[in-house]
C-alpha cells in the first residue's frame, strides 16, 4: 500500500475550534453583529473536544497525516474538506456539524499543517497534495460517493489530484466544490497593494520568509517576533510582554483584513487568528515557490466529469473573485457564486451561504450507481452576486 494508517483514538486537542452559530449572517448576506453565538464552541482555555476519531496516515514518502473521521458512514456519500495554506481542520468545524448527521465527513490536516507531521524538504507541491488528498481517499473514506471540498490551497490539491488521476472523477468522486480558490496566475497577486508597489515588493518575499523562518520554532507569531527582536537588536525577554502584545494585535488585524469583509463576531476573529497563528511560517516558506507556479487550468477539464460549485468573496485580496471566475468559465456547468461583502475565509465569514451551496450540491449529486445528469438538462447558477 502506498501509505498505512495508524490506529484510531479519540478526538481531542485542538479539533473542534469552532462550534459558531451563522447567527451574524443575514438573509441578505450582509454582516451583522447585534450578539455573538451564546455557545462557540470555545473556552478560555481553547476549543472544545470534538466529536469523531482521529487517525494518523503515514504516506510513501514519510510524512504523518492527521485525519479527523465524523458523520454518518451508511448513507453512502461522504464530503472530504481540504483547508488552504496556514490553516488547519478546525476552520470546517461549521461544516462538519452541519453535515455529521447527514453524510460522512472526513476532514485532515494538509502537511505541515495543523497535527500532521512537519513537512519534509522537497515535498512542498502541489503533486503532493494531491497524492496525500489520494491517500485519505483510500486508506480512510468509506466506499461510497464522495464530495471533495477545498478552500484555497485545499481547491489547487483537488485541481492536482484532478491532473494525475482523472478516472476518480465521475467514478468514486462524485462532486467537487471550489471555495476562494484559484487554477494559476498567483505569481501576479497584489493582495489589495496598489499594482506598483506590489510588484516592487515581490521579489522581496522569499527572502523575507527566510527571514521571519530564521527565528525558529514557536509558530507564525514566534518567527516573526524573534526576527523582529534579532534585527532591532533586542532581547526578546526584555520586550515580550509589551511586544507579544503589540504583534498579537498585529497579527489580528492582518487576519481580520484578509480573511473578513465584513463585520464578524470577535468570537470568529479569535479563533481565526488563533489557528493561523500557530501555524509555522516555514510551511508558508515552503509552499510559496508551489503557489507562485501553480497552474492547473488543464486539470479543470476533468471536473466537468462531476457537479460542481466555485464561490468566492466579493472582497477576497488573498485570491480575488477573478480567480474564480475563470474556473468558471472552464466549468460552464457549475454553480458559482460570488458572495458580497465577504473576503478569502467563506467557510468562516459566510457559513450559512457555504452549507446552503453544500447542501445543494449535494442534491445535485447523483446517487451511486445512477449517470450524472448532462450540464444542457439544467442550466448552472452562475455569476451570483448575492448570499446563497
Known amino acids: 500500500m502506498p501509505g498505512s494508517l495508524r490506529q484510531d483514538r479519540p478526538a481531542g486537542g485542538r479539533v473542534g475550534a469552532l462550534d459558531l452559530a451563522p447567527a451574524w449572517e443575514t438573509v441578505s448576506g450582509t454582516a451583522t453583529s447585534p450578539r455573538a453565538p451564546t455557545d462557540t464552541g470555545l473556552t478560555d482555555t481553547g476549543p472544545r473536544q470534538a466529536a469523531g476519531t482521529s487517525s494518523t496516515l503515514m504516506t510513501d514518502d514519510g510524512q504523518e497525516l492527521h485525519v479527523l473521521v465524523d458523520g454518518s458512514a451508511g448513507t453512502g456519500l461522504t464530503l472530504v474538506f481540504c483547508h488552504g495554506l496556514s490553516l488547519s481542520l478546525d476552520c470546517w468545524e461549521n461544516q462538519r456539524r452541519a ?179 500557530s501555524a509555522s511560517v516555514g510551511v508558508v516558506r515552503d509552499f510559496y515557490p508551489a503557489l507562485m507556479a501553480h497552474d492547473e487550468f488543464a486539470a479543470l477539464a476533468v471536473l466537468r466529469a462531476v457537479p460542481t460549485l466555485i464561490m468566492v468573496g466579493e472582497g477576497d485580496l488573498v485570491t480575488p473573485a477573478p480567480h474564480s471566475a475563470a474556473i468558471a468559465a472552464a466549468l460552464p456547468s457549475a454553480e458559482f457564486a460570488v458572495l458580497p461583502g465577504t473576503g478569502h475565509a467563506v467557510m468562516l465569514e459566510r457559513p450559512l451561504s457555504v452549507n446552503t451551496a453544500l447542501g445543494r450540491l449535494m442534491r445535485r449529486v447523483p446517487r451511486e450507481g445512477a449517470r450524472p445528469e448532462r450540464s444542457a438538462r439544467e442550466p448552472a447558477a452562475r455569476d451570483v452576486a448575492v448570499a446563497c
Not at 472526513?106 to 499543517?113: A, E, I, P, T
Open 99 to 277: 453535515f455529521a448527521g447527514r453524510a460522512g465527513v472526513v476532514l485532515y490536516d494538509q502537511r505541515g499543517h495543523g497535527r500532521s507531521g512537519r513537512c519534509l524538504p522537497g515535498t512542498a507541491t502541489m503533486r503532493r497534495l494531491g497524492e496525500d488528498l489520494r491517500l485519505v481517499l483510500e486508506e480512510v473514506v468509506p466506499p461510497g460517493r464522495v464530495i471533495l471540498v477545498g478552500h484555497s490551497m485545499g481547491g489547487m490539491a483537488i485541481m492536482a489530484l484532478a491532473r494525475r488521476h482523472p478516472e476518480l472523477f465521475g467514478r468514486r468522486i462524485a462532486g467537487v466544490a471550489l471555495l476562494s480558490t484559484a487554477a494559476g496566475g498567483l505569481a501576479g497577486l497584489t493582495f489589495g497593494l496598489p499594482a506598483y508597489g506590489a510588484s516592487l515588493l515581490r521579489p522581496f518575499v522569499p527572502t523575507a520568509l527566510r527571514l521571519l523562518c530564521a527565528g525558529g520554532s514557536g509558530g507564525l507569531w514566534g518567527g516573526l517576533w524573534r526576527s523582529l527582536c534579532g534585527v532591532c537588536g533586542l532581547h526578546r525577554g526584555a520586550t515580550a510582554g509589551r511586544g507579544h502584545h503589540t504583534f498579537d494585535a498585529l497579527l489580528r488585524a492582518l487576519v481580520l483584513h484578509y480573511s473578513f469583509a465584513s463585520a464578524v463576531p470577535t468570537e470568529v476573529r479569535g479563533a481565526a487568528a488563533r489557528i493561523i497563528r
